[in-house]
């Protein structure tokens, strides 16, 4: 678990922007539950989630269709509300940072860290742009 003034700023990247934490499972649950598109991000504390992946996200958000609900959890820190998250992104292997869309429930699209890693942000934003206008 990482100290909680250390992922303070990190959390504050994504919350700024209208996300809501998940921090248990019914959290999760609950979130996954709403109709329409959620967007789920699992944060980290990597250089690769500061470099890429919040400012794709953020990025991704300037787009004509957006996610109906915005929603994140924080590997390493939100242990339980992250298992469970992860546990709706099968088939995939679980990974942070990460980014899935979801649509009533079920997962639409899949942004892994290998997706995510050595790419700059304005790809991570086009990718998940795509996937806006296909399910949004």
């Given at each position: 678990m990482?100290?909680?003034?250390?992922?303070?700023?990190?959390r504050e990247e994504l919350t700024n922007i209208g996300f809501v934490e998940l921090q248990s499972?019914?959290?999760?649950?609950?979130?996954?539950?709403?109709s329409g598109t959620t967007?789920?991000?699992?944060?980290?504390?990597c250089g690769c989630a500061a470099a890429n992946a919040r400012p794709g996200v953020f990025y991704s958000l300037q787009n004509e269709k957006t996610p109906n609900h915005l929603?994140?959890?924080f590997a390493g820190v939100d242990a339980e509300a992250t298992k469970s998250a992860r546990d709706m992104m099968v088939p995939?292997?679980?990974?942070?940072?990460?980014?899935a869309?979801?649509?009533?429930?079920?997962?639409?699209?899949?942004?892994?860290r290998h997706h995510i890693e050595g790419r700059p942000a304005n790809l991570i934003a086009e990718?998940?742009?795509?996937?806006?206008?296909?399910h949004c």
């Open positions: 990482y100290p909680a003034e250390l992922v303070k700023p990190m499972s019914e959290d999760v649950s609950n979130a996954l539950a709403k967007l789920v991000v699992v944060n980290s504390v929603v994140t959890v995939f292997p679980p990974s942070s940072p990460s980014i869309l979801f649509k009533d429930g079920e997962l639409v699209h899949m942004v892994e990718n998940l742009k795509a996937a806006y206008q296909d």
